[in-house]
């Protein structure tokens, strides 16, 4: 017999008001971690550096590993290796994706970034935030469950002209660990998503060009 989970629980130390700084201490983390990114570093350096960030900023634990991508890595979905270990070059695009544990409660936050004047990756990068935006407003304005909140997302990269990355489909994060509800993806939640307790990913290439950009945040009033 199948066990039923509640894809929504959480536990009982779950605070909101620690999930919102979880979340904004992730998010900065991220953006400290882009500005100390620089052209001709690795990815593995970037990602050494990214881990010496977060034990500076006092972070618990992480509960994903960090990732940093450059250029045609920005494609790979989060389970899947980096090719090679790339150098940021003079004109590039690149990603960091963090999941961290602060105070017991997990916040997961990713970002794109572009070095130099490559005028599609920084359209691309714009792009992705826009579609985030857009899609974060449905959200909150039509309280839609999240597979149709994921078709949505899809409806409006395809209006702005861009591939959404549709196996990218957003997660659960709560008090530590959020593993155990077994919520799977939020493209496949047939409920609302509950404030504070999802992560909406948006993923997406360039139509003919070898990269992408990913955003991420938590979904919150």
């Not at 695009?93 to 961290?100: K, N, P, Q, R, S």
């Amino acid at each position: 017999m199948t066990q039923a989970y509640n894809k929504q629980a959480v536990g009982a130390t779950f605070d909101l008001h620690k999930m919102h700084r979880a979340r904004n201490q992730t998010m900065q983390a991220v953006h400290t971690i882009a500005n100390q990114i620089v052209v001709d570093m690795s990815e593995v350096d970037a990602r050494a550096m990214a881990m010496d960030v977060l034990q500076q900023m006092g972070m618990d634990r992480i509960w994903h590993p960090a990732l940093v991508r450059f250029g045609a890595n920005t494609l790979k979905k989060f389970n899947q290796v980096s090719e090679g270990n790339p150098v940021l070059r003079q004109n590039d695009i690149f990603f960091v994706d963090l999941g961290v544990v602060w105070d017991g409660h997990e916040g997961d936050a990713g970002a794109t970034f572009v070095v130099g004047d490559d005028a599609d990756m920084r359209a691309c990068s714009e792009a992705c935030k826009v579609i985030y935006d857009e899609v974060e407003a449905h959200w909150r304005n039509t309280h839609c469950s999240g597979k149709a909140l994921y078709d949505y997302a899809e409806q409006v990269a395809n209006a702005h002209g861009w591939r959404l990355n549709v196996e990218i489909r957003g997660h659960r994060v709560s008090d530590f660990p959020h593993a155990i509800y077994r919520a799977g993806d939020l493209g496949d939640l047939d409920e609302v998503p509950e404030v504070g307790l999802w992560i909406l990913e948006i993923q997406i290439a360039h139509p003919s060009k070898p990269f992408g950009a990913f955003y991420e945040d938590l979904l919150v009033d």
